[in-house]
Structures are given as C-alpha cells and as structure tokens.
C-alpha cells in the first residue's frame, strides 16, 4: 500500500508547486537590497573610461540605476520611454551597460538617444553581479541617501512609469 501513496503524494506536492507558479509574476523576483543602502560600485563611464561612475554620483537626490545592453531586444523596446523620463526632469536616470562592447554601446546611445545623466561600462558584468541582476533590462529605484526603494524587471513602459515608478518617486522626494 506505501509503494502507491508515495507517488501519489509526491505528485500531488509537484501539482501544488506547479499550480503556485501559475499565479507568480516573474517581474517581480524581490530584491535582497531593498530597504538596504544599495552595493558601492565603481565604473568607468562609457563615454570617457578615463572618468569613473559610482555610487556616490546617485546620491543628493532620488534616481533611477537602469541596467541595460545593445544585445537586449528589450532594452530597445524601453528605450523610447526612458528618453521621455529623462525629457521630463522628474528624475535623474544613470545607466548601467551590462557585458557589452563600449562601441556599440556608444553608437546605440548615438542612433537612439542618450537619456543618462552618466552611464558605467561593466564590462564583465561584476558589478550587476553585485547589484543582484539576473538579466537586462533591469531598472532600481535609489533614494537620495542611496537606499534601494524599489526594482523592476522588465522594459519600462509608460504603464510601469505611471503605476509602479511615479508614484514610488513622488513619495520619496516628497520626504528630502
């Protein structure tokens, strides 16, 4: 009798497992940062490797760290409304460039728009490593004393803009 209610126990587990994850977003994979003042990096900038981006450049003020790369299909498709956020003023918008080649990073940048305030050039990806990326684009909400308020995985469209970021920026200059 145990031979039978064992495989059918383990199956009614994986069943239960596999029902759960039907009702998960995988957008929002939570991150071990936020609440917590956000990873000390320090890049060369992509337009001048000679100057570096880190950390501390974010500070001051509420700003968006967007994890991006030429490779990313995505990240093509969120660039036009990160061009519009940076247009807007509301927040400063740093760019991480994630495991790319510095010219073709240059000439995207070039062709479509350059929405950063600065962007880093990691190359080998240990910084994002750091920041707990698991793939671009992905986009942090840093507070002006450098805790991460909030992460989003996936494009920014202007939904995610005006639903998820917006509000969260709002609530956080509110407070400086």
Known sequence: MLRYLVPVAVFAVLVGFFFRGLYLKPSEIPSPFVGKAAPSFELPRL??????LSNADMQGSVSLLNVWATWCFACRQEHPVLNEI???????IFGLNLKDQRPLALRWLEQLGDPYAATGFDGDGKVALDWGVYGAPETFLVDADG???????????Q?????????????A???Q
Do not use: C, F, M, N
Not at 147 to 157: D, E, G
């Open 47 to 52: 337009h001048d490797p000679e100057q570096r």
């Open 147 to 157: 805790t991460v308020l909030y992460k989003h995985i996936a494009p920014i469209t």
């Open 173 to 175: 200059q509110s407070r």
């Open 86 to 92: 940076a247009e807007s003023g509301v927040v400063p």
């Open 159 to 171: 939904d995610v803009w005006q639903q998820e970021l917006l509000p969260r920026i709002q609530a």
